[in-house]
């Protein structure tokens, strides 16, 4: 089992950044392919960004591409979002989540096995 815990969100105003941590326990960080998720109300879960075990392949989904970058610290079992140029759009709950997989990356809900509990990005126009 991998325990994902998502940092605090926030309020921001339009044009603002927000970074976003995952921290991981129970098993090798280093095994697992994370990705960041994001739901809005009324809307499916989509697709934000993804990154491999290493962190030398990364994914992002087209309507955050330029402005999100995800990045990892293996060593201290961590996932980040730093999300640039927030719009009202982007307000959702986002989830971090883990999949074990030797390469490669996702972007699909079911390609992930673990998930954190969200936590609420409110962006104000």
């Given at each position: 089992?991998?325990?994902?815990?998502?940092?605090?969100?926030?309020?921001?105003?339009?044009?603002?950044?927000?970074?976003?941590?995952?921290?991981?326990?129970?098993?090798?960080?280093?095994?697992?392919?994370?990705?960041?998720?994001?739901?809005?109300?009324?809307?499916?879960?989509?697709?934000?960004?993804?990154?491999?075990?290493?962190?030398?392949?990364?994914?992002?989904?087209?309507?955050?591409?330029?402005?999100?970058?995800?990045?990892?610290?293996?060593?201290?079992?961590?996932?980040?979002?730093?999300?640039?140029?927030?719009?009202?759009?982007?307000?959702?709950?986002?989830?971090?989540?883990?999949r074990f997989a030797p390469w490669?990356?996702?972007?699909?809900?079911?390609?992930y096995g673990y998930w954190g509990?969200g936590t609420q990005v409110t962006?104000?126009?």
């Amino acid at each position: 089992q991998v325990q994902l815990v998502e940092s605090e969100g926030g309020l921001v105003q339009t044009g603002g950044s927000l970074r976003l941590s995952c921290v991981a326990s129970g098993r090798t960080f280093s095994n697992y392919c994370m990705g960041w998720f994001r739901q809005a109300p009324g809307k499916e879960r989509e697709f934000v960004a993804a990154i491999s075990r290493s962190g030398d392949i990364t994914f992002y989904g087209d309507s955050v591409k330029g402005r999100f970058t995800i990045s990892r610290d293996n060593a201290k079992s961590r996932a980040f979002l730093q999300m640039n140029s927030l719009a009202p759009e982007d307000t959702a709950v986002y989830y971090c989540a883990a999949r074990f997989a030797p390469w490669g990356v996702s972007t699909i809900t079911s390609g992930y096995g673990y998930w954190g509990q969200g936590t609420q990005v409110t962006v104000s126009s």
